[in-house]
């Protein structure tokens, strides 16, 4: 998965907790994409962002889901209040900051399941 | 919403058999990128393809890009238990954006 790191593998949550999900992308890759993977269904897109900044959240649901990029660390996807449709898989995206396609790399995701 | 349809959904066949996935949309999109993903993990690229009419081959696997950039088709000959996994096709749009991906095609090669 060409370096693309995430962690958890696997977290449980209950009702109403929060949950947070990691990300390193490949080193010197700026572009950072979040999807989320539902049992029999494709990846559905959910936010891409470059350091510091929200550059398209247009696949995020408005409320308890936010991602951040911060200048140093991992990208963080954070989900408030958890219910058990959040049951998923999420994956990570990298990208370099300069690039003729639209080629992504993917990390080995992470499978939150809500109690 | 741009929507890439891939066929078959579920196909199952026996070592050493050929066999074609499709992936067709009515949308144009600059590339196509093809992932393999096996269970409990994410997709791993395969090949990504720009140009319509672009045929590049990998190993056993030929990919094709379609002449409008509309559709693209996965060629195995020769399969084998090793090429088992669910095969996932994704188009992108130009720069940095994101990707549309079908719901892919489950693969299940039987010795």
């Known amino acids: 998965n060409a370096g693309v790191m995430q962690n958890p593998r696997h977290l449980v949550r209950r009702r109403g907790q929060e949950a947070r999900l990691r990300c390193s992308p490949v080193?010197?890759?700026?572009?950072v994409y979040w999807y989320r993977q539902l049992p029999e269904e494709g990846l559905k897109f959910m936010v891409y962002?470059?350091?510091?900044?929200?550059?398209?959240e247009s696949g995020m649901p408005k409320e308890r889901f936010s991602a951040e990029f911060p200048k140093e660390g991992p990208s963080i996807l954070r989900i408030q209040q958890v219910v058990r449709g959040d049951s998923a898989a999420y994956f990570c995206?990298?990208?370099?900051?300069?690039?003729?396609?639209?080629?992504?790399?993917f990390g080995p995701g992470t499978r939150l399941t809500v109690l | 919403t741009q929507l890439l349809e891939q066929s078959p959904q579920f196909l199952s066949i026996q070592e050493g058999e050929n066999l074609t996935v499709y992936c067709n949309s009515s949308?144009?999109?600059?590339?196509l990128q093809w992932y393999r993903q096996e269970p409990g993990e994410g997709p791993v690229l395969l090949v990504t393809?720009?140009?319509?009419?672009e045929v590049k081959k990998l190993k056993r696997l030929t990919f094709q890009f379609g002449d409008a950039r509309k559709d693209s088709s996965l060629h195995i000959t020769a399969a084998q238990p090793g090429d088992t996994g669910l095969y996932l096709c994704?188009?992108?749009?130009?720069?940095?954006?994101?990707?549309?991906f079908g719901k892919g095609t489950k693969l299940t090669v039987n010795p």
């Open positions: 995206a990298s990208s370099p900051p300069s690039r003729a396609v639209d080629t992504q790399y």
């Open positions: 080193k010197g890759h700026s572009h």
């Open positions: 962002l470059q350091k510091e900044n929200i550059i398209d």
């Open positions: 949308s144009v999109f600059s590339s």
């Open positions: 393809v720009v140009t319509g009419g």
């Open positions: 994704a188009g992108g749009k130009g720069g940095s954006e994101k990707l549309v």
